[in-house]
């Protein structure tokens, strides 16, 4: 598919990257190739306020990343499920492993989420954060160490941050 149109987000930061969102538009409609690309609702944080994601709700994590540091990326799109922190756990661990620097290259809403098992790894950021009824919930982003070890926090881009601008660009 070729594409038609990239629009950065007007305040990315190359720097920090901060606001690291893009939206392209396809010269072709993707509904055109179900057997190969598939749409992922958006969740619209504003209207369920207090129930988007809750604390161990479970989500999956789709991408082309490593498996293993010392790998090469995926041929194959993987599915990792993972598991939401509170807010506050994810604030605070964010906070131990970044010493505030988190906060200035992220000053956004994030989730974080786990797994003993699995993790995201490098080659995974941009990929969706799905939550279990089928909705776009988040996007990854780097966690500062490359592949967090299984059962360490993952931390995704809630959405909801950039409803404005996805929907300035898009027709929903």
Not at 40 to 64: C, H, R
Not at 91 to 98: C, G, L, P, W
Request: charged fraction near 25%; hydrophobic fraction near 35%; proline fraction near 6%.
């Amino acid at each position: 598919m070729k594409v038609k149109k990239i629009t950065i987000h007007p305040y990315f930061n190359p720097k920090s990257y901060a606001n690291d969102i893009a939206i392209i538009k396809l010269q072709q409609n993707i509904r055109k190739y179900p057997k190969y690309v598939s749409e992922i609702p958006i969740v619209d944080f504003a209207k369920l306020q207090e129930q988007e994601l809750k604390t161990n709700s479970s989500v999956k994590v789709y991408g082309w990343g490593k498996t293993h540091i010392n790998e090469t990326t995926s041929r194959f799109l993987i599915r990792a499920d993972l598991i939401t922190w509170s807010d506050m756990d994810c604030r605070r661990d964010t906070h131990k492993t970044f010493l505030g620097i988190f906060k200035k290259r992220y000053p956004f809403p994030i989730i974080c989420a786990s797994n003993p098992l699995t993790s995201v790894c490098l080659g995974d950021c941009g990929s969706p954060v799905v939550s279990a009824d089928g909705k776009l919930a988040g996007i990854v982003i780097p966690s500062g160490n490359g592949c967090p070890l299984p059962g360490e926090r993952n931390m995704f881009i809630k959405i909801s941050a950039y409803l404005n601008f996805i929907r300035s660009k898009i027709e929903i």
